[in-house]
Structures are given as structure tokens and as C-alpha cells.
């Protein structure tokens, strides 16, 4: 029993590098995870805002099963806060807003709807929209259910992940597609993340997984042709094979009065990354 006068008790969330301290009832920068307990929980587990059937190339994966399907499932949270999110209404949100309609899907039940599907095309499940992996555990619990009905399961996230919750996941997510949203510290400075973790999520997925990595391509933070060209020769270094997606911007959120990327920008850093990788494809043009 704490004592009068002395600090509440905080406990370390050891899923991302930000490693918030929460105290009872406290909710962490990523605005999924919470002190309780004396720990540290998942308060939005199995929580959904966004549920739909999607083709697998929209997550985009452009290599893994194409043609498929897949229940994808997204609830609310993210650990950056990136000015141009496209899904900023959930992945932004806290849980709590009057006007986010929120469903409880238990992992029996998400398979179970998923199997359902399997007519229409789906192979499995994708944990999207927002970012999954600040629920990891949700990710977890439903990937390996999935697999035990013979269903694939795909993650798309920012890789802003530490190595304990992101190694928990390997054998059972057989895809992932990971931004690389810059490819300096100071840009990933600007989004509130860690390059290195990044980089590090990128190279340890690769042995386990089907990966495939995105960089939107934003005016004045990832359109300097020499940054796509460090990526795109660091990415190849792991795998020249690696399909690299450069999409372009379009104004969003806190960015609503920025210009698109030029459709030449778009054009020239393919050529640029395709300098050293195999497989570079350009979304959003």
C-alpha cells in the first residue's frame, strides 16, 4: 500500500521505444495501452473501429498471395503522430470519442467471420488501419487461431516496435508491410519515432516473414532523391528482392494545405531506388 505523500507507483510499457511509465489508470502516448494492476495492459484489445474485406494488394502487398482477400481489422492508437495520417480519425483517437462506433470481437470470433469469408475470396486476416502492434497481443492470440484453421495472417505497421513483442509474432504473421517513413533521424524525429527501431523491426521481420515496405513520399520530409537512394541501397543489402512502394502524398489531416508529390518526383525516385532494388512499384499515381 502506498504510503501518504509518496509517488504513485509507475510501470514501464516495454512494447515501444517511447517506454512510457503509467501509473494506475494512466493511458500511454500510443493511447491503447494503460497502467493497471501494477502493469502494464492492453486496454483496446479486440476494440474495433474499421472492419472490411479488402484485396491484399490495398495493405499493399503486392507479392503475398495476390488476387486474395482478407478481413481486415482495424481499432484505434498509434505510437507516432505523423501530421499527414490518412486514417488519423482512429489511429489518433483515444477510445472515448461519442462519435467512435467501437464493436468487441473476441480472436474465436474474428476467425470464426474470416472462415466465413473464405467464398469470397479470403485467405485470412490483416491488422490494419491504425497501428496493430501497440495491441500486439490481440495480433497474437488471433494469428495464432487463424493458423490453426489454416488461415495467413498479414501486419501493417510503422515497426516502431520493441524486439521482445515483435519477436512473439514471428511464426505467426506471415506477412508484414512496414513504412520506412524517412530515412533520418530527423525526420523520424519530426513523427515522434526512432529510425533504428525501424530499421531493426525491418531486418529481424525479413527472416522470419514476407516483407514488403512503403514510404509515403512527402514533400520536404522523404522526396530528397539521396535519402531513397540510401534507403533503396540499405533495404538491398537485406534482400534486393524486397518490393519497396513509393506512394504518393495527398494532403491529410494537419497537412490539408500541402501540395500533392509531383507525379515527376514519383517517376524519378523509382528510378532512383530502382537502382539498387529488384522490385519498386509507385502507389497513389
Not at 127 to 139: A, G, H, K
Not at 215 to 237: C, K
Not at 259 to 269: F, G, I, Q, V, W
Amino acid at each position: 500500500m502506498r504510503r501518504a505523500g509518496e509517488a504513485p507507483v509507475k510501470a514501464v510499457c516495454d512494447v515501444c521505444p517511447h517506454h512510457c511509465a503509467l501509473a494506475e489508470g494512466q493511458t500511454g502516448r500510443c493511447r491503447a495501452r494503460r497502467g493497471a494492476g501494477g502493469g502494464v495492459v492492453c486496454a483496446n484489445f479486440g476494440r474495433f473501429v474499421a472492419i472490411a474485406l479488402d484485396p491484399i494488394e490495398k495493405k499493399p502487398l503486392a507479392r503475398f498471395h495476390p488476387g486474395s482477400r482478407v478481413l481486415s481489422v482495424g481499432s484505434y492508437g498509434c505510437n507516432l503522430n505523423c501530421p499527414f495520417c490518412q486514417n488519423h480519425e482512429i489511429s489518433m483517437a483515444t477510445g472515448f470519442e461519442r462519435d467512435l462506433e467501437i464493436r468487441e470481437t473476441s480472436p474465436d470470433r474474428l476467425v470464426k467471420q474470416a472462415l466465413r469469408l473464405a467464398g469470397r475470396g479470403c485467405i485470412g486476416l490483416a491488422f490494419t488501419y491504425n497501428e496493430p502492434l501497440v495491441s500486439y497481443e490481440y495480433v497474437r492470440d488471433c494469428s495464432r487461431l487463424a493458423h490453426e484453421h489454416g488461415l495467413v495472417c498479414v501486419v501493417v505497421t510503422n515497426g516502431m516496435v520493441c524486439e521482445r513483442p515483435l519477436r512473439e509474432l514471428f511464426g505467426l504473421v506471415d506477412a508484414f508491410n512496414i513504412d520506412l517513413k524517412a530515412f533520418s533521424q530527423e525526420g523520424y524525429a519530426r513523427l515522434g519515432g526512432d529510425l533504428e527501431t525501424v530499421r531493426r523491426s525491418i531486418e529481424l521481420a525479413s527472416e522470419h516473414a514476407h516483407v514488403e515496405v512503403t514510404t509515403l513520399v512527402v514533400p520536404g520530409l522523404s522526396d530528397a532523391p539521396d535519402e531513397i537512394e540510401a534507403a533503396a541501397s540499405w533495404l538491398a543489402g537485406i534482400d534486393p528482392k524486397t518490393p519497396y512502394h513509393l506512394t504518393r502524398f495527398f494532403p491529410r489531416y494537419r497537412m490539408t494545405d500541402a501540395a500533392p508529390t509531383p507525379l515527376a518526383t514519383m517517376h524519378a525516385l523509382k528510378r532512383v531506388a530502382s537502382r539498387h532494388l529488384d522490385d519498386v512499384l509507385l502507389g497513389n499515381v
